[in-house]
T-cell receptor
Framework: DGGITQSPKYLFRKEGQNVTLSCEQN?????MYWYRQDPGQGLRLIYY???????QKGDIAEGYSVSREKKESFPLTVTSAQKNPTAFYLC????????????FGEGSWLTVV | AQSVTQPDIHITVSEGASLELRCNYS??????LFWYVQSPGQGLQLLLK??????LVQGIKGFEAEFKRSQSSFNLRKPSVHWSDAAEYFC????????????FGTGTSLTVIP
């Protein structure tokens, strides 16, 4: 099946540890995105990438890092510098160009204790 | 700056009643507009989208939305709500003049009562 796969679904980490969330898509989309969602809030853009080996900061990039070594993969690392990392993280992808639709994965819950 | 406003944080409707969720956008060019639905702990599912043409667009699950340029609105409607429609709904605008970027509203939470 075509789609966006995020893993793990649930992740628990101790404060001060880095953690990496995986995102893989087999839709052949050029653009990929990471959003953060806090309870009762909307989506906030962390990073996005429009092409392999290139990515841009979104609205809340501090404390996060990404890489885009392959078209189908866009992992997100939540570093110890992120002050409030506990949240629901959504990966998404879209074709490049005018009028394309953004599609989402099922999300990953990160809890830092 | 581009923005999307969903004025209603939470709406409660009775099963079988009609529904309208409001969305207003601010965007200088022709907007590309979307409605998504999110069940608890899940990703966002596309309900419908407007790119051009007919301003009334039909989506999945019996939803429709109407684009009104004069009001900068893209309200979502359903004539008869089912209990399974209880979820969070997000309106979004796609920006295309500087690459693929999407702006989301803060969402409207829908509760359906028997």
């Amino acid at each position: 099946d075509g789609g966006i796969t995020q893993s793990p679904k649930y992740l628990f980490r101790k404060e001060g540890q880095n953690v990496t969330l995986s995102c893989e898509q087999n839709l052949n989309h050029d653009a990929m995105y990471w959003y953060r969602q806090d309870p009762g809030q909307g989506l906030r853009l962390i990073y996005y990438s429009q092409i392999v080996n290139d990515f841009q900061k979104g609205d809340i990039a501090e404390g996060y890092s990404v890489s885009r070594e392959k078209k189908e993969s866009f992992p997100l690392t939540v570093t110890s510098a992120q002050k409030n990392p506990t949240a629901f993280y959504l990966c998404a992808s879209s074709r490049s160009g005018i009028g394309n639709t953004i599609y989402f994965g099922e999300g990953s819950w990160l809890t830092v204790v | 700056a581009q923005s999307v406003t969903q004025p209603d944080i939470h709406i409660t409707v009775s099963e079988g009643a009609s529904l309208e969720l409001r969305c207003n956008y601010s965007y200088g060019a022709t907007p590309y507009l979307f409605w998504y639905v999110q069940s608890p702990g899940q990703g966002l599912q596309l309900l419908l989208k407007y790119f051009s043409g007919d301003t009334l667009v039909q989506g999945i699950k019996g939803f429709e939305a109407e684009f009104k340029r004069s009001q900068s609105s893209f309200n979502l409607r359903k004539p008869s709500v089912h209990w399974s429609d209880a979820a969070e709904y997000f309106c979004a605008v796609g920006q295309t003049n500087t690459g693929n970027q999407f702006y989301f509203g803060t969402g409207t939470s829908l509760t359906v009562i028997p």
